[in-house]
């Protein structure tokens, strides 16, 4: 297994335009998460699947965001008509069990013109 | 509300040289993890702290958990230049069922031969 993996690793998208990334988390894991990082900040949680359900999602995560874990394997996370401000890096994590060490993939990052 | 408050932000220095980076947060919690990032890269795990005065250390890092304060420290010692970063601490509210971390801003430690 060689670790969390994330598609693609960089999208530049015209504002309006509709976007989808893919996570594939450590095959084992169950838990996986989504998380938004700008330039010079931390990460802010974005949402959190157990298996395939979607157990809690941020304020963040406004109607132009979705995401998906169907048969609790890979996870997509689409934005519906991209603004500017959706511009960042994306990334996804996954965890199993007593959660003592996250699994983060490389990210998506997105270019809103 | 959950706040996590790192510092210093930018930390610019000598190798050979000890330093200290904070985490403080607001609320309790019951597990606190630091990270590493290299600039366009993934969140690498550092330590995880689960109870109060737990301390851990990893060749020239050290990492210390006051619950009490709601601080934990990342201590430096004889920095080299490989350890030039970003460090992130990240916190996990006690009573949080779906494991959400919140995050620090960052510490970008640049090390200088």
């Known amino acids: 297994d060689t670790g969390v993996s994330q598609n693609p690793r960089h999208k530049i998208t015209k504002r309006g335009q509709n976007v989808t990334f893919r996570c594939d988390p450590i095959?084992?894991?169950?838990?996986l998460y989504w998380y938004r990082q700008t330039l010079g900040q931390g990460p802010e949680f974005l949402t959190y699947f157990q298996n395939e359900a979607q157990l809690e999602k941020s304020r963040l995560l406004s109607d132009r965001f979705s995401a998906e874990r169907p048969k609790g394997s890979f996870s997509t996370l689409e934005i519906q008509r991209t603004e500017q401000g959706d511009s960042a890096m994306y990334l996804c994590a996954s965890s199993l069990g007593q959660v003592l060490s996250y699994t983060f993939g490389s990210g998506t990052r997105l270019t809103v013109v | 509300e959950l706040k996590v408050e790192q510092n210093p932000l930018f930390l610019s220095m000598q190798e050979g040289k000890n330093y200290t980076i904070y985490c403080n947060y607001s609320t309790t919690s019951d597990r606190l993890y630091w990270y590493r990032q290299d600039p366009g890269k993934s969140l690498e795990s550092l330590f995880v702290l689960l109870s109060n005065g737990a301390v851990k250390q990893e060749g020239r890092l050290m990492a210390s958990l006051d619950t009490k304060a709601r601080l934990s420290t990342l201590h430096i010692t004889a920095a080299v230049h490989d350890l030039s970063a970003t460090y992130f601490c990240a916190v996990a509210p006690r009573m949080d069922s779906n494991y959400q971390l919140i995050w620090g801003a960052g510490t970008k430690l640049i090390i200088k031969p």
């Open positions: 095959s084992e894991h169950n838990r």
